[in-house]
Each structure stands twice: as structure tokens, then as C-alpha cells.
């Protein structure tokens, strides 16, 4: 059983940082597509940022190019999203999924909510002006 939590979300001020983790437990993977996905109320769910595990690959919305950061460290199974310069809009719920599937696949269809197969239960910002 996959499980994914994630966890470092708060309340800042506009320009703030925050760091947020997401960690896996229950599969050994070299390779998997990791997707960090927000959603505002009233609103779809987007992607932000993903990353395909076995070769460090990322791939990032336009809206957080130049914000937002995704990496990794395998030997802790948790993927990281560095969230900077924020900005009242990116108040949201963060939520971390994963998919097993190819690079190709992954780099093709990251931000594609409907993909994906394993969810956490989301850990929420709020960014105030």
C-alpha cells in the first residue's frame, strides 16, 4: 500500500518561503513520476511541479517558473517543493501524488490530475498580502 503525507505548510507573508515535504512509504521505486498539485477554493486542481525520480527530471507551470523548486532525496523517499516569493494567489491546499510510469509518460502528462494513482492528503498555505 502506498502512502503519501505531506507535511510543511503555514501561514506567511507575501515575499515568504516555505519548504514542502512530501513522503512516501510503502514501494521501493527507482523510477516514479511525482506530481506537487494545489488547489484554491472554488477552483481546479492544478499542477505545479513534477519530477520523474530515476533521472531527476523536472517540469514546472508556467505561473511558478522561477518560484518554486522540486527535488528529492532518495534515501529519506520524500520529495520536496521549495515555494519562494510568494504570492497571495498561491494560497491553496498542496497536495503530492505519484504514478509509476516512464519518463516519457511523466514528462508528457505531469499536471494531469486524472493520472494519477496515489494521493496525500494535502498540507495547506495561505500567503497574505
Known amino acids: 500500500q502506498v502512502q503519501l503525507v505531506e507535511s510543511g505548510g503555514g501561514s506567511v507573508q507575501a515575499g515568504g518561503s516555505l519548504r514542502l515535504s512530501c513522503a512516501a512509504f510503502?514501494?521501493?521505486?527507482?523510477?516514479?513520476?511525482m506530481g506537487w498539485f494545489r488547489q484554491a477554493p472554488g477552483k481546479e486542481r492544478e499542477g505545479v511541479a513534477g519530477m520523474y525520480t530515476g533521472t531527476g527530471s523536472t517540469y514546472y507551470a508556467d505561473s511558478v517558473k522561477g518560484r518554486f523548486t522540486i527535488s528529492q532525496d532518495n534515501a529519506k523517499n520524500t520529495v520536496y517543493l521549495q515555494v519562494n516569493s510568494l504570492k497571495p494567489e498561491d494560497t491553496a491546499m498542496y497536495y503530492c501524488a505519484a504514478k509509476f510510469v516512464g519518463i516519457w509518460d511523466c514528462g508528457r502528462a505531469w499536471g494531469t490530475q486524472y493520472e494519477y494513482n496515489y494521493w496525500g492528503p494535502g498540507t495547506q498555505v495561505t500567503v497574505s498580502s
Open positions: 510503502g514501494y521501493i521505486a527507482s523510477s516514479v513520476c
